[in-house]
Nanobody, 115 residues
Framework: QVQLVESGGGLVQPGGSLRLSCAVS????????MGWYRQAPGKQRELVAR???????FYVDSVKGRFTISRDNYKNTVYLQMNSLKPEDAAVYYC?????????WGQGTQVTVSS
């Protein structure tokens, strides 16, 4: 069973930065498309950023220029660098691993943006 463990969430002031990490168990990490999703209270979970096995990236418009997704295949870890955070970025952030028709999720990490 693939396990995903997120870390790095917390409380940050508007304009601040956080880096989320997601460590993935198993030996096939390099083959996964990895994604970061978020869910705010009362809202649907949404895709924030995604990185494929060959390094291609996608960002939702609201985070372009502020967030950067990256991966380290030697460490089986995907990162989300979040800069210039806004109150509307506050949510539980979830890591996702996708391979074919298989999907795996982490438990989520809370990001709070408040002064």
């Amino acid at each position: 069973q693939v396990q995903l463990v997120e870390s790095g969430g917390g409380l940050v002031q508007p304009g601040g930065s956080l880096r989320l990490s997601c460590a993935v168990s198993g030996r096939t990490f390099s083959r996964y498309t990895m994604g970061w999703y978020r869910q705010a209270p009362g809202k649907q979970r949404e895709l924030v950023a995604r990185i494929t096995s060959d390094g291609s990236t996608f960002y939702v418009d609201s985070v372009k220029g502020r967030f950067t997704i990256s991966r380290d295949n030697y460490k089986n870890t995907v990162y989300l660098q979040m800069n210039s955070l806004k109150p509307e970025d506050a949510a539980v952030y979830y890591c996702n691993a996708e391979l074919g028709n298989r999907y795996y999720w982490g438990q989520g990490t809370q990001v709070t943006v408040s002064s």
